[in-house]
């Protein structure tokens, strides 16, 4: 499995738990066959670790029995129905912060600068994912040393509670992940309130044509109209140009 970051330069540090955040990541990143292929490794590599405790590690290797007992198409159709339908389990960590605000696409320019300030450079066949890619973070947080990782992930560790409480709202055993990484970076697991999170499919829908215009709050076609008459003033005559040398 090729790591989504291209290592430019790295110094000495001291790293914390590096294994386990990449199987992690890897974990949670979208489960095509090869990934599939894997998930006895990535299991292997958490329980060698040894950072997890046992009711976590428990946790996860439910998930991966889960990921590979199921039919693939299904394991596929099910992780983009949990992670592509809806904001509030969206991996990608702006989309928590911003939506679709300006302010996104400056978030991903400082983010990409974090990157290649540590001398990590996205690698141009990442599958097109973007920098706030929550495995790809992960991925980079396993690169730095121990306080540096856990002050990073400190950043965002509200967004990986509100991901868990998400997660566990609809009794998924991808929950276990972003728990983990709170546990494993000294972060707090916090109750979090899940609002309720409108499907995008619904969001973005095409209104029906002749149903009545496109915002919500206006009369469908079937509905009494409310007629609005405003009184216009009448055009005045335009004004003479005056000439020059007059």
Known sequence: MSSLLNHIQRGPSVRTAARSLRALA?????????????????????RTEQRLNDARLAGLSRLVSQLEGADGYEVESDYVELFDRGRATSLHLFEHVHGDSRERGQAMVDLVQTYEQAGLHLQPDNGGELPDYLPLVMEFASTLDASAAQGFTGEFAHILNALYAALLKRCSLYAHIPAAVLELMGHAIEATEVPEDEALDEAWAEPAAFDGCSSRGQQRADQPQPIHIVRTPRASAPASTPQRGA
């Open 26 to 46: 890897r974990l949670l990143a979208y489960p095509d066959a090869a990934l599939r292929a894997h998930l006895g490794e990535l299991l292997d590599a958490l």
